[in-house]
Structures are given as structure tokens and as C-alpha cells.
């Protein structure tokens, strides 16, 4: 395959299994003169793979922005550019977009070469309504500011899909059956494509259990898929957030039950509690 010169691809690489990486793809790195990369320590793993040689340099967050002019001079000067992250699509929640909007501006090709995207990936096998969706990406990091954005989140009608990772999966799944209404129906998808892949369905609610019941759940990269709000939702949550404060009867006593009943569904410790007592013989 012949490449262009003075072009800068974009071009999307593995999620997981290596073996992703398309022909195109390969053929695309082993010519371009470099190939610009979110960590090049990860990356050299999957071009050692394939045996690519290509000069590798590092372009994140971090150091985007003074490294643009220096690229673009390249592209300018004739020099073919490869864009990768460090897993699936670029500038999906990763760097490059400064890059790619220099380029353009500066009047340089840009040429995609498609391959894997770990939110079009997991929303093809998740079940949920997929004609109409709205990507978040990740949520903040912060617990206030991550339960402000979702109550902005919880009337849009199309299903919503987030990025997490492992050290905050709990806590964001906990805030969105807060704030999303915990007998909302969602899927979490983990490690997809890996040998460890999970993809686990129910409510929020059921999720958050979900997670709770094995620490290994919560390991890995995380998208989180929930579907879109409908009308009526609010009857239907107190009747989730009684089947959800049954089953943590059967395992806690009322007090603990009321409290993670609580924290799942969003619901009032107090109101919660009284039917716990209600309900515990």
C-alpha cells in the first residue's frame, strides 16, 4: 500500500486484543515517518507485536499543546504523521484534538484509518436502544460535581454511555442509581475483548450489587451504558428500591440494610428504614 505524504492519519488501534489491529492500520504505521503516540512505552508493545520500527514520540495531555507548531512544520515539510492512543479510536476521551484542528486549519490532510471503539463496541452487545445515544465520556472525578452532571443527565431520553476506570467504578455507578433512579436498566461492559471480558446487565441497582459481590467486577477499564429516561419512572423506583432493601434483608441487619438500600437507590435513610422494619420478621 503507497500512503500519502504530508498527510497526518488518524488511525484507531486495539482495545484489547491485539489481533484487532487492522491490515490498513498495520501497513499505515510501518510507513508513516512517525508515529505519534499517547504513552509510547504502551504502545511500543503492540508495534513490537507486529514488528513495526517506525520511530515512535510521545504526544498527551500534558504536552500537546507545545509540541502542535513543531508538527505541523513536519506535516508541512512533507513528512507523513500517524496518530494513536493508547487504546482504541483517537481523541475518543484521549488527546489529539489540538492536533488534528492545527492540521486542518493549516490546510494538511487528515485521513482516518477505523478500527476499534470501546463505546460503539459495547453498545453493539449491550441491548439498550442504540438508534439514538448520547456519550459522556468520563464523569468528574469529584462526588459533588459528579452528581450535579448526572442530575443534568437524568431526563435525556437517549441512552447514556460513560467511560470509568476501576478505582471510581463504584462510586459513579452508586451516584448514577442515585441520581438516574436505581431501577433504571443499564449495562456495564469490562475489559471487552480481553480474556477477562464481562458484560453484565440489569438495573442500577442490581449493578451496584453486582459489583459489590466480588472485587474482581470491579477490576479493569469500564463503559457503562444506561438506558434513556422514560415517563413514570418514579413509581417504578420505589418499587426497585423495595426489592433492592428485600434482598440486603437477607443479608444485613435493618439499620445497614436501610443505609446501602439508601446509597444505591437514592431514596430517604428514614422512609427506608421504616420499611425495613416493616418487612423484617
Known sequence: MSIEQACLYVVAT????LEDLSPRARQVLEAVDLILAEDTRHSQRLLQHFGIRTACK??????EQQQVPGLIDRLKGGQTLALISDAGTPLISDPGYRLVKAA????VRVTPIPGASALIAALS???LPSDRFFF????????SARQERLKVLADFPHTLIFYESSHRIQASLADMASSLGAERRAVVARELTK???????????DLCLWLEADTDHQRGEFVVMVAGHEPGEQA????????????CLQQLPVKSAARLTAEITGLSRNQLYQWALQEKP
Open 104 to 107: 486542518r486549519e493549516a490546510d
Open 236 to 247: 417504578a423506583g420505589e418499587a426497585e428500591a423495595r426489592r433492592v432493601l428485600g434482598l
Open 14 to 17: 486495539p482495545i484489547g486484543n
Open 58 to 63: 510521545s504526544l498527551h495531555e500534558h504536552n
Open 195 to 205: 480474556t477477562f471480558e464481562q458484560i453484565q446487565d440489569g438495573s442500577l441497582a
Open 125 to 127: 452487545v449491550s441491548g
Open 136 to 143: 459522556e465520556g468520563f464523569l468528574p472525578a469529584r462526588a
